[in-house]
């Protein structure tokens, strides 16, 4: 971690009151520091009102979660966690992505509920995704899902997430 904090080039910040700067510029799955040092290397790309944009949805969608779910592990609230929000140009290319995408231009972000079982959390991403999904009603951007994944006796092994942005309303799931 000390290697990310030699990169960091703009001091964090609170966007919103469970949402901060660094979250959209260093979240990642598995805390890929390559993916990290490009994000900072790359960081005039980066759009702070799109980000603060996507912390103020994630903000009333928290709430929501909060007021419709109870935790299932004991915590007192009900977090998200974000999974993936900017993506520099030259890392998306990397992985064989257009590079003009939603996260490139800080639009989009993929979140997981936190404080909760797996079970729950697939279940909350499958309700919002059903709740979001419909393109009059709905959410006015992009919206997709990746399922859960689940053993031969189908108990959850992994949540999936929930990506959000606000480019053109489509919608899809995941592989």
């Known amino acids: ?9 703009i001091p964090n910040r609170q966007l919103t009151t469970n949402f901060s700067l660094y979250e959209f510029i260093e979240a990642s ?5 390559e993916f990290i040092a490009m994000n900072w290397a790359n960081i005039n790309e980066f759009n702070e009102a799109n980000a603060m944009q996507l912390a103020t949805f994630l903000q009333r969608l928290r709430t929501i979660i909060n007021q419709r779910y109870k935790s299932d592990t004991g915590a007192s609230a009900i977090g998200i966690r ?16 257009s590079g003009i995408g939603a996260h490139p231009l800080t639009s989009g972000v993929d979140i997981q509920p936190t404080n909760v079982s797996l079970a729950l959390g697939a279940r909350i991403l499958a309700e919002l995704h059903k709740e979001y999904k419909p393109l009059k009603t709905g959410h006015q951007g992009g919206l997709g899902l990746k399922k859960p994944t689940r053993n ?7 949540m999936g997430f929930l990506h959000f942005d606000f480019l053109r309303r489509r919608r899809w799931d995941y592989p």
């Open 29 to 33: 799955p598995d805390n890929n520091q």
């Open 152 to 158: 031969t006796s189908r108990v959850v092994t992994a």
């Open 82 to 97: 974000i999974t993936s929000a900017f993506r520099c140009r030259d890392w998306d290319i990397s992985r064989g992505r």
């Open 1 to 9: 971690m000390q290697k990310t904090k030699a990169m960091r080039t």
